[in-house]
Nanobody
Framework: QVRLVESGGGLVQAGGSLRLSCSAS????????MGWFRQAPGKEREFVAA????????????YYADSVKGRFTVSGDTTKSTVSLQMDNLKPEDTALYSC?????????????????????WGQGTQVTVSS
């Protein structure tokens, strides 16, 4: 089982930056990919970004939601079992609870890593609030 702990959330003005980190512990050697999702009040959880660690997809492959492309950068360090999300040019609509997730499932296509059903381990989340 993999345990995940996020950090780095906070309050920032529009146009600012934040860096989220997620530390994984436990059976991390089985992790195939890690992702970031967010959920705003009254809305469904949505995919933000993912990075593959091993498996059928190219290790280090990254995937982004259209809404964050060009502003967010996801990266993973398998030696430290961490994944980070650098968020630049933040907008008020980025305000949400951000959670990292891990999956042991191997897929050749990145599309599968963009749905929450793929992931079996979840962190508690860290709040990101962007003021206008």
């Amino acid at each position: 089982q993999v345990r995940l702990v996020e950090s780095g959330g906070g309050l920032v003005q529009a146009g600012g930056s934040l860096r989220l980190s997620c530390s994984a512990s436990g059976r991390t050697f089985t992790t195939a990919a890690m992702g970031w999702f967010r959920q705003a009040p009254g809305k469904e959880r949505e995919f933000v970004a993912a990075v593959t660690w091993r498996g059928k997809s190219t290790p280090g492959a990254v995937y982004y939601a259209d809404s964050v492309k060009g502003r967010f950068t996801v990266s993973g360090d398998t030696t430290k079992s961490t994944v980070s999300l650098q968020m630049d040019n933040l907008k008020p609509e980025d305000t949400a609870l951000y959670s990292c997730a891990a999956t042991t499932l191997n897929y050749p296509s990145g599309n599968y890593y963009q749905t929450s059903r793929t992931y079996s381990a979840w962190g508690q989340g860290t709040q990101v609030t962007v003021s206008s």
